[in-house]
């Protein structure tokens, strides 16, 4: 995809914010936004150097000044009231005043990850209809502007809110919207989506580089995308003698472009530039949680996910300076790499399980064999709804998730499996099915996977293992049996895919 903002055209904005000194405000920051309600609110911006700038709202009598530092930045809070407006947002200096119109107090959240976060509205399942119904004045839409850069940005030039309309609801992301369609729909209260995603992304470039630097444990992103650059000069000349050889009838095969090539084709893989770009401005704007849906761009480095992916939650919770909410999508079946797709669900389980105020959406049941962009997005963003209503607002009575491995009890030869959000009970439509057990060879080498099939007590799995010699592996979902995985809860709710070696 081509970037909305070159890099230089970002640079050249700050030169000229700083020599103009007249009061500017971040894109961000636009008619039609929302701001997070019920809280105080970071606003902020430039002016001249000492230069008084004053704040002022039409939904309280509060008001604030402060004074511009030397190098042209300000920055205040303003409180806001409970969810509500139309209201106006008024930015006063000694010679300029800003007024930004149709401002809503309600629920703000960032929307980030790759391509199946930035899938269209329009391309998903019955899009049309859901396009044609997507009239939602009180839910405001910011598609970030693209930009990537190797220090992180104050600003996001281009940047614009909009209320949702079916006009240009067709290239929003369809999980963001039928998100923010249910969270509205249960709190009645303006909802905000910021959606920050770009397709073919790794965690790592949305990760601030000091993070991967100052950690043994993540620096390798950085070395392997100085491999990258620095192989790229002779996987280039290789390449395209290659290309040229299959041209002349030399060679039959096409060859493959290197991954140096491919990444170098991509500024915005670099690690942290995303981060730069995108997040870091919008770490001053008061927001109440992100959704995140990515994890397929990591496959070839899943053994390094799961601490890359807490470290990066982490990052993004000290630049917000605030524990937020972050309900993430485990990916969906995908039969390319398959060994790897089911190494990195397993990775985003576990982050799952590591970190606090954390929820998974499960993909088991939505997902196609064939596409890693499975079209069938609504449960999706519904199923993130769920967990925002009830673990950010409080709501009783909601089932967030299908069945998580728990744990496992040996009983002589028989074997019982049991799970979280299963307390309703389990089921499965037909036989059970989608589960093995790989034994291994006296060298610690796996056998050829065994299928078995369990029975169903309530909440629990119950295996006969008599013919099964201890250690093995019991695994569900796993490799080509994502494929036939139906275990669910009594809700309709899909269980993840899991291992466990049983000693």
């Not at 402060?66 to 042209?72: A, N």
């Not at 970030?144 to 996001?156: G, N």
């Not at 499996?417 to 059970?432: H, M, Q, R």
Request: net charge neutral; hydrophobic share 40%.
């Amino acid at each position: 995809m081509n970037f909305k903002k070159p890099f230089c055209l970002v640079f050249l904005f700050f030169v000229t914010s700083i020599v103009c000194a007249q009061l500017k405000l971040p894109a961000i920051f636009s008619d039609h936004m929302v701001l997070q309600q019920q809280t105080k609110v970071p606003i902020w911006g430039w002016a001249k150097p000492g230069e008084t700038v004053y704040v002022s709202t039409n939904w309280s009598k509060e008001k604030a000044n402060v004074v511009t530092g030397q190098d042209g930045i300000w920055k205040t809070d303003i409180s806001t009231t409970k969810a509500g407006g139309p209201y106006t947002l008024k930015i006063k200096s000694s010679d300029k005043t800003i007024t930004i119109q149709d401002v809503l107090l309600g629920e703000v959240w960032v929307c980030s990850g790759q391509s199946n976060m930035g899938f269209y509205l329009g391309s998903s399942l019955n899009g049309k209809e859901e396009v044609a119904k997507a009239n939602y004045p009180n839910i405001r839409y910011l598609d970030v502007e693209r930009q990537v850069s190797d220090t992180p940005l104050m600003d996001s030039p281009g940047s614009k809110w909009a209320a949702v309309r079916p006009d240009k609801a067709a290239e929003y992301s369809a999980v963001a919207i039928f998100f923010a369609e249910k969270l509205q729909k249960e709190l009645h209260v303006p909802v905000g989506i910021i959606e920050v995603a770009w397709g073919g992304t790794a965690a790592d470039n949305w990760t601030p580089k000091e993070v991967l630097e100052n950690d043994p444990k993540l620096d390798i992103a950085l070395k392997r995308y100085k491999e990258w650059r620095a192989d790229f000069k002779m996987d280039s000349i290789g390449y395209y003698a290659q290309l040229d050889a299959k041209e002349k009838g030399l060679i039959k095969k096409t060859p493959e472009m290197p991954t140096s090539l491919f990444i170098k084709a991509r500024p915005h893989r670099a690690p942290s530039s995303l981060y730069n770009g995108l997040i870091n401005p919008l770490t001053n704007y008061g927001i109440k949680g992100v959704l995140w849906y990515q994890g397929e761009t990591n496959r070839k480095w899943h053994d390094e996910y799961t601490y890359l992916f807490e470290s990066m939650i982490a990052s993004w919770r000290k630049a917000w300076g605030k524990d937020l909410p972050f309900y993430f999508v485990q990916i969906a079946p995908f039969k390319g790499s398959i060994d790897e797709v089911s190494a990195i669900m397993e990775a985003q389980l576990q982050v799952y399980r590591e970190v606090e105020n954390t929820g998974i959406v499960v993909t088991m049941d939505v997902g196609n064999m064939d596409d890693i962009h499975p079209i069938n997005k609504k449960p999706v963003g519904e199923r993130l709804a769920n967990w925002a209503l009830a673990n950010t607002y409080g709501f009783k009575n909601i089932t967030v998730s299908g069945p998580l491995f728990k744990d496992v009890k040996v009983e002589g030869d028989t074997l019982r499996v049991n799970f979280d959000f299963a307390e309703s009970g389990l089921k499965t439509e037909g036989e059970p099915s989608g589960f093995e057990i790989v034994e291994f060879e006296s060298n610690g080498t796996q056998k050829t996977p065994k299928t078995i099939i369990p029975k169903i007590e309530n909440d629990q799995l119950i295996f006969d293992i008599k013919d099964f010699d201890k250690p093995f592996i019991l695994r569900y979902g796993w490799v080509e049996k994502m494929e036939h995985a139906n275990l669910f809860n009594k809700e309709g709710l899909p269980a993840s895919s899991f291992r466990v070696l049983i000693k």
